[in-house]
Nanobody
Framework: QVQLVESGGGLVQTGGSLRLSCAASGRTSSTYVMGWFRQAPGKEREFVAAISRSGGTTYYADSVKGRFTISRGNAKNTVYLQMNSLKPEDTADYSC?????????????????WGQGTQVTVSS
């Protein structure tokens, strides 16, 4: 089993920045594709960003391109999401996910492990 723990959420004003972190523990002998998803109240979960196992390829939802940056940390299976120019519509619970392939990186079914989530609230 792999456990994922997110941190870094909080309350920020429009235009502000936050950096989310996700660290994996447990059976981390494999290097995973890491992704971020978010879910706002009353809405379906949506893909935000993902990064390949090597870190050489990144994927972004159109809604966050140019504002968010996903990166891998030095520790194995650690991932960050730098969020700049935040908007009220970015308000959601953000979850980290880990999977073995990035054939369809925006598809939740690609990911076998999920964190509990961290809340991001952007005030107008």
């Amino acid at each position: 089993q792999v456990q994922l723990v997110e941190s870094g959420g909080g309350l920020v004003q429009t235009g502000g920045s936050l950096r989310l972190s996700c660290a994996a523990s447990g059976r981390t002998s494999s290097t995973y594709v890491m992704g971020w998803f978010r879910q706002a109240p009353g809405k379906e979960r949506e893909f935000v960003a993902a990064i390949s196992r090597s870190g050489g390829t990144t994927y972004y939802a159109d809604s966050v391109k140019g504002r968010f940056t996903i990166s891998r940390g030095n520790a194995k299976n650690t991932v960050y999401l730098q969020m700049n120019s935040l908007k009220p519509e970015d308000t959601a619970d953000y979850s980290c996910a880990a999977g073995l392939t990035d054939v369809y990186p925006s598809a939740p079914y690609e990911y076998g492990y999920w964190g509990q989530g961290t809340q991001v609230t952007v005030s107008s």
